[in-house]
């Protein structure tokens, strides 16, 4: 039988975070497109949308949720390519929409790290 305490516990995706270093010259054009995308929400339009506007930091941050199990996985910007999670998966969203608004704001990549890893890590 579990325990309450088990019952109830939130659970993390994962012990750590891998962050890897950006690559020099990344860009977005792996990320499915609109067009690609156009079975989805709004909701996950506009969240590949902002995984295009800031590819350098994308391919700096780890994935949280398990992604980085698959094969070819480098980054969170992995995520939003075809084999990625990101379509259906909360953590990859919720990364992506941190990392945007921090990027925004003009937080470093090291502190969008910080933050993610505080959330997800």
């Given at each position: 039988?579990?325990?309450?305490?088990?019952?109830?516990?939130?659970?993390?995706?994962?012990?750590?975070?891998?962050?890897?270093?950006?690559?020099?010259?990344?860009?977005s054009?792996?990320?499915?497109?609109?067009?690609?995308?156009?079975?989805?929400?709004?909701?996950?339009?506009?969240?590949?949308?902002?995984?295009?506007?800031?590819?350098?930091?994308?391919?700096?941050?780890?994935?949280?949720?398990?992604?980085?199990?698959?094969?070819?996985?480098?980054?969170?910007?992995?995520?939003?390519?075809?084999?990625?999670?990101?379509?259906?998966?909360?953590?990859?969203?919720?990364?992506?929409?941190?990392?945007?608004?921090r990027?925004?704001?003009?937080?470093?990549?090291?502190?969008?790290?910080?933050?993610?890893?505080?959330?997800?890590?």
């Open positions: 039988m579990l325990s309450a305490a088990l019952v109830l516990a939130p659970r993390r995706a994962v012990a750590a975070i891998d962050h890897p270093e950006p690559r020099t010259g990344i860009d054009a792996d990320v499915l497109t609109a067009e690609q995308l156009s079975a989805f929400p709004e909701s996950i339009l506009e969240i590949y949308e902002m995984i295009r506007e800031i590819p350098h930091v994308a391919d700096g941050i780890g994935c949280g949720c398990g992604c980085a199990a698959m094969p070819h996985y480098r980054s969170l910007l992995t995520c939003y390519h075809a084999r990625g999670l990101a379509t259906g998966c909360p953590i990859c969203q919720g990364e992506a929409r941190l990392a945007y608004r990027h925004k704001e003009g937080q470093s990549l090291d502190q969008i790290r910080r933050a993610i890893d505080a959330r997800w890590g």
